[in-house]
T-cell receptor
Framework: DAGVIQSPRHEVTEMGQEVTLRCKPI?????LFWYRQTMMRGLELLIY????????DSGMPEDRFSAKMPNASFSTLKIQPSEPRDSAVYFC?????????????FGPGTRLTVT | LAKTTQPISMDSYEGQEVNITCSHN???????ITWYQQFPSQGPRFIIQ???TKVTNEVASLFIPADRKSSTLSLPRVSLSDTAVYYC??????????????FGTGTLLAVQP
């Protein structure tokens, strides 16, 4: 299996622009997670899905952030409008029922820079 | 929600055994203990998970005392490539709306030649 796939790997955008990050989980996995990592705040869980349904989005910082999972093989994290403080590495992870919520497989991340 | 406490950093030398301890005094009955490893510019990687006593895999061992208020990740004979941040997580196996996944600050292990 190719593992969790994220695109783009790097994104540089200007403040106020819309940013869309994409994730393809490992085939057959039924949990999908979005995280954000910065030096100041560490690794933060933003939202996670189970069988394409959002379970906990309390980590989403504000209404500018939204996430969708239209099917089992694709998810997006959108920021609109983007701000410089959104600059971070965004990770997507997936896991499989039977191995539990905590055995997650992470993608390579998307490094977002908002100028 | 079980909070974890681990050392900020540790130093070691190649070939030594490294033990990283994590405190989780308010761990719940249904909580599991999980450890992750993260290299710079990469996503975290699952290392090991356990509920009680001892768990061993090809990478590490996890020791959990009977009261489960702490756990120790043991890395046998570390090499330079084991230099990374190690995270301890505690939570229910299948999570739920009230069980957020919190990575904490982790322990930066620096292995010297």
């Amino acid at each position: 299996d190719a593992g969790v796939i994220q695109s783009p790997r790097h994104e540089v955008t200007e403040m106020g622009q819309e940013v869309t990050l994409r994730c393809k989980p490992i085939s057959g996995h039924d949990y999908l997670f979005w995280y954000r990592q910065t030096m100041m705040r560490g690794l933060e869980l933003l939202i996670y899905f189970n069988n394409n349904v959002p379970i906990d989005d309390s980590g989403m910082p504000e209404d500018r952030f939204s996430a969708k999972m239209p099917n089992a093989s694709f998810s997006t994290l959108k920021i609109q409008p983007s701000e410089p403080r959104d600059s971070a590495v965004y990770f997507c992870a997936s896991s499989l029922v039977g191995t539990g919520l905590y055995e997650q497989y992470f993608g390579p991340g998307t490094r977002l820079t908002v100028t | 929600l079980a909070k974890t406490t681990q050392p900020i950093s540790m130093d070691s030398y190649e070939g030594q055994e490294v033990n990283i301890t994590c405190s989780h005094n308010n761990i719940a009955t249904n909580d599991y203990i999980t450890w992750y490893q993260q290299f710079p510019s990469q996503g975290p990687r699952f290392i090991i998970q356990g509920y009680k006593t001892k768990v061993t895999n090809e990478v590490a061992s996890l020791f959990i005392p009977a009261d489960r208020k702490s756990s120790t990740l043991s890395l046998p004979r570390v090499s330079l490539s084991d230099t990374a941040v190690y995270y301890c997580l505690v939570g229910a196996f299948y999570g739920g709306a009230t069980n957020k996944l919190i990575f904490g600050t982790g322990t930066l292990l620096a292995v010297q030649p």
